[in-house]
């Protein structure tokens, strides 16, 4: 799917922080697990652990699934579930961008986008609205648009 992607790429010190979350959590930044961070910083889109073995050689499928839940239970990585059963990665928000997903309900393919700052700013109130209302705090939020991709609608 090609979506327009003006996500800003990972921290400069993206590194120290997951060796540092990792330790936090009582566990080493490896080799494969800093691996895995980089074919994720390097890329524009969450991928799929398919994807992310297809991206760089030796790293044993069973390690690949251990290390990225713990990358995810350490705060490095964050899970984007599409309409298919492949999960995809990508790297923290606080790492990267604030940013939302276009996720294709025909082919899965899922992309990035960085809303503009005044509709960003109209979703936070209508959010913060929208909790007040249930006597909910908001933290954080997740903007998902379900969809047909360019690829798909053209296949049509």
């Known amino acids: 799917m090609s979506a327009p992607r003006s996500v800003a790429r990972s921290a400069p010190n993206v590194h120290t922080t997951a060796a540092e979350r990792l330790r936090r959590d009582g566990q080493r930044y490896t080799a494969s697990r800093r691996s ?3 074919i994720l910083e390097a890329t ?3 991928l799929t652990i398919p994807e992310l073995l297809a991206e760089r050689a030796g790293i044993p499928q069973s390690s690949a699934y251990r ?3 713990l ?3 350490a705060g490095v990585v964050d899970r984007v579930v599409a ?3 492949f999960a995809r990665y990508e790297l923290a928000e606080d790492l990267t961008e604030h940013h939302h997903h ?3 309900a025909r082919c899965s393919a899922v992309s990035d986008f960085v809303m503009a700052p005044r509709a960003e700013r109209r979703l936070d109130e209508a959010a913060e609205a929208t909790a007040a209302e249930a006597g909910f705090q908001v933290t954080s939020h997740r903007f ?4 047909h991709c360019r690829d798909c609608v053209a296949a049509a």
Do not use: H, S
């Not at 998902?144 to 969809?147: A, E, M, P, Q, T």
């Open 36 to 38: 895995l961070v980089e």
């Open 44 to 46: 524009d889109r969450p």
């Open 67 to 69: 290390n990225l839940a």
């Open 71 to 73: 990358l995810e239970r």
């Open 83 to 85: 309409t298919d059963e």
């Open 102 to 104: 276009m996720i294709c």
């Open 144 to 147: 998902d648009l379900i969809g």
